[in-house]
């Protein structure tokens, strides 16, 4: 796999959008693979977030989950501009042809381009004490639950999490350990549209994040679809009778999943195809893309990594850099979901192998720690 086979005497010019998981693999892989690339990464954010943590801003601040690019430009050596573009078929089939993107004013010439710009969240809802995902990721969360704390008065107040999702999941749990900490006089509530919690897991799953559900005082609401916010009430319409409610709330955290702006078909290679046309010098991975042939296109940080490595590997064969590279088949080799600070459930291997409890926390924590040291530039990774 490592044999070079040098046939350009120019460095490499490449770009990356998107500085997520699927970009920053796809960066680190290149940047071992030819160190005199000329690498540059697009991305609005001014740091990299490590999103698998954000339930962790419940009490620990934002900051310790983000990591500057600046710090990350130097650990590998690219350059970061700090913009946001957009993307349509027109301009990738001239990206393609032109080999340029322009920025402004600047023209950057490159020789391959990876698009990784990941999913978008659903629109913010702007309303006092309403937080989404977009609002977690800019906010330190662990200050606003601070201050809502601080700020109750006599009576209970009622947290809503809206989406019972692995991340309202994994949020509910926190927060409950947090306001049991405080001794918070609160009513935790978790809503879910759907009438089974964790339908595309195994029900081992579900079943047994219920039962801590009720040890930690979460109440879990089923069927009601949400349907918006309105001041201190969630309006909710049940998903079988279509009857409608409202739920009052305090505190609100909708967390109703993210889905791609733009959704990117690739060969096996991570190379966009576009109209049955394989853009050449245009690759692709992570959430924004699907490769059409091989391996996994769930939307996780397991196949975004392994998406942008193998995008990063073709484009270096491509580039006459490397002999062989295998093409994308990763398939997901497990999910752990966290349920606080000493408890987790989820399955590894395959789907009938299911952990919990400590063995499932320290396995998750594993994987975290796999992740931080690719960045502290250890790469681990062996599938
Ligand atoms: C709260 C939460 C918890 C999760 N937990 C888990 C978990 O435990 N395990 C798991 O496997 N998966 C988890 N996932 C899913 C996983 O995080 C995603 O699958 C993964 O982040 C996808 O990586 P990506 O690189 O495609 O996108 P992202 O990591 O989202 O990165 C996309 C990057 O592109 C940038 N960008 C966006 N638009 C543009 C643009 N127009 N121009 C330039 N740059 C742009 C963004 O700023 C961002 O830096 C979780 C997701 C969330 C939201």
């Not at 809502?148 to 509910?172: H, R, S």
Request: proline share 4%; charged share 20%.
């Amino acid at each position: 796999m490592n044999t070079f086979t040098r046939k350009k005497t120019k460095p490499l010019k490449l770009i990356i959008i998107g500085g997520g998981y699927a970009g920053l693999s796809a960066l680190i892989t290149l940047r071992n693979q030819a160190p005199d690339a000329e690498i540059t990464l697009i991305d609005p954010r001014p740091s990299h977030l490590i999103i698998t943590r954000l339930h962790e801003t419940v009490h620990r601040p934002l900051s310790k989950i983000q990591i500057p690019y600046s710090l990350l430009a130097e650990r590998f050596d690219f350059i970061h501009k700090q913009q946001a573009i957009q993307l349509d078929e027109d301009r990738l089939k001239a990206w393609n042809l032109e080999k340029t993107i322009q920025l402004g004013e600047e023209s950057l010439p490159f020789d391959y381009l990876l698009i990784a710009i990941g999913s978008l969240s659903s629109p913010s809802v702007n309303e006092p004490n309403v937080y989404d995902l977009n609002a977690i990721g800019q906010h330190c969360f662990a200050k606003v639950l601070e201050q809502f704390i601080a700020n109750t008065d006599a009576n209970e107040k009622t947290v809503n999490i809206v989406g019972a999702g692995p991340t309202g999941i994994q949020f509910a749990f926190e927060m409950a350990h947090v306001l049991h900490a405080c001794h918070a006089d609160y009513q935790l509530n978790l809503i879910e549209g759907s009438d089974r919690l964790l339908a595309a897991f195994p029900c081992e799953i579900a079943g047994y994040v219920e039962r801590r559900m009720i040890e930690r005082r979460i109440t879990l609401i089923k069927s009601q679809f949400y349907k918006g916010i309105q001041g201190r009430e969630i309006l909710l319409e049940h998903s079988q009778s279509g009857e409608k409610s409202v739920q009052p709330t305090d505190l609100t955290l909708l967390l109703l999943g993210k889905k791609p702006e733009i959704l990117l078909h690739a060969n096996s290679s991570g190379q966009v195809v576009l109209e049955h046309n394989v853009l050449r010098q245009l690759f692709t991975a992570g959430d924004c893309s699907h490769f059409d042939e091989l391996g996994s296109n769930l939307m996780t940080s397991q196949s975004a990594i392994r998406k942008g490595k193998a995008a990063a590997n073709n484009i270096l064969r491509e580039a006459g850099l490397l002999s062989f590279c295998l093409p994308y088949m990763h398939q997901d080799i497990g999910y752990l979901l966290s349920l606080g600070p000493d408890d987790a459930v989820g399955w590894i291997g395959t789907k009938n192998n299911i952990i919990s409890g400590l063995p499932a926390f320290i396995a998750k924590e594993a994987i975290e720690a796999q992740y931080d040291l690719l960045l502290s530039g250890i790469n681990s990774y062996v599938l």
